[in-house]
């Protein structure tokens, strides 16, 4: 998974895991499962991959399945590299 | 000895504004003006700024953060809180400290208090600066008032509701009020925010300018915006650093997170004497 790293990293920093991080994988769950993970922290998120891609994502690019796990997270991130 | 802390409310036009001043044990340098961040990024950047203004303290300096109107304790309503009004809050800070013999002479802002700060200073409604130091700069209005929209809209993303960050828009231009993480945003106050624009170059009247911006790793590149700034600042004269901080974006996180090496390298920012154009 491409964007696998670039996710962890975000996602770390979102959600202050710190050294923590390294335990997430792709299958990790997150929203709906990690209570910590609000809209706050997709707000967070979102943020940082647009600081990231340098761009402004659309809200219509998103959707509630591109949180369900950190994989997700990554497809999101790779879709959106991609102009998809 | 310790920092004196002084806390309690000035006049501004405005109305009455909540302040917290630090005071140097022994003061050597000028009164440093923080500026703050917008909404719940302020909320989570208190702890932040509590711990530069009790280091910059004990390196002779006093600070002021005063909560702008309708915002944190000072009186007003957020949801009748205007930029226009913020900027004159900054303006009567600085004769509130000239007057009580702590004139401002460097200011900190924080994220959107940035652009709120150099309107002021473009205006001439500050004085002129010997040090600026800026901390993860917003001068984009228009995206960051999408991306402080879409609070609302991602806690819509759990529910049945989906609206949009452009309906959001399309209601505060029809001047609507809309309430967003508990903050209630007028159309007055969202078009200000939305008008804010990257400006082509840093007034000289920021003094030297010390730019920090937060990263999540060693090697982040500054974005093309901000070099773009810096270069054309720099082409005009002006002395700006542009450094970077590795860790947690503590304005953003879920709990309360301070970065210590951001405080640090901030006091060194004041303390060192930059020609400032």
């Known amino acids: 998974m491409k964007y696998l790293e670039t996710a962890t990293s975000i996602l770390g920093s979102a959600l202050s895991l710190g050294s923590r991080a390294g335990s997430l994988s792709a299958e990790t769950q997150l929203m709906g499962s990690l209570p910590e993970f609000d809209s706050m922290t997709v707000v967070s998120v979102l943020t940082m991959i647009e600081e990231e891609l340098g761009t402004t994502i659309a809200d219509e690019d998103v959707s509630a399945e591109d949180f369900a796990t950190v994989g997700a997270v990554a497809n999101l991130i790779e879709r959106l590299r991609l102009g998809k | 000895m310790s920092p004196v802390l002084e806390a309690g409310y000035l006049r501004s036009a405005d109305g009455m504004l909540f302040y917290v001043k630090r005071r140097a044990p022994e003061p050597a340098h000028g009164c440093v003006l923080v500026i703050p961040p917008f909404a719940e990024e302020m909320n989570k950047s208190r702890r932040m700024i509590a711990l530069v203004a009790r280091s910059l303290a004990n390196r002779g300096f006093t600070t002021i953060l005063p909560d702008l109107v309708g915002t944190g304790d000072s009186l007003g309503d957020f949801a009748t809180a205007t ?123 920021l003094g030297a300018v010390t730019w920090f911006d937060v990263v999540r790793q060693d090697g982040a590149v500054q974005p093309l915006w901000a070099s773009a700034l810096c270069e054309a600042a720099r082409a005009d004269g002006r002395c700006v650093h542009y450094e970077s901080v590795v860790g947690e974006q503590y304005w953003n996180t879920v709990a309360i997170s301070t970065l210590p090496e951001l405080i640090d390298r901030t006091v060194e920012a004041f303390l060192e004497d930059r020609p400032g154009a």
């Open chain 2, 83 to 205: 930029g226009e009004s913020w900027e004159e809050n900054l303006a009567d800070v600085c004769d509130w400290c000239e007057a009580s013999g702590h004139r401002v002479s460097a200011i900190l802002a924080i994220r959107l208090g940035a652009a709120i700060a150099l309107r002021a200073v473009d205006k001439g409604r500050m004085p002129s600066l010997k040090t600026t130091v800026l901390w993860q700069p917003v001068f984009d209005g228009r995206r960051y008032l999408t991306q402080f929209l879409r609070l609302r809209v991602a806690a819509g993303l759990t529910g049945e509701s989906k609206e949009s960050t452009n309906d959001l828009h399309a209601r505060l231009a029809k001047g609507e009020t809309i309430e967003v993480a508990g903050y209630e945003v007028s159309s007055r106050l969202a078009a200000y925010v939305q008008a804010l624009t990257v400006p082509a170059t840093l007034p000289q009247r």
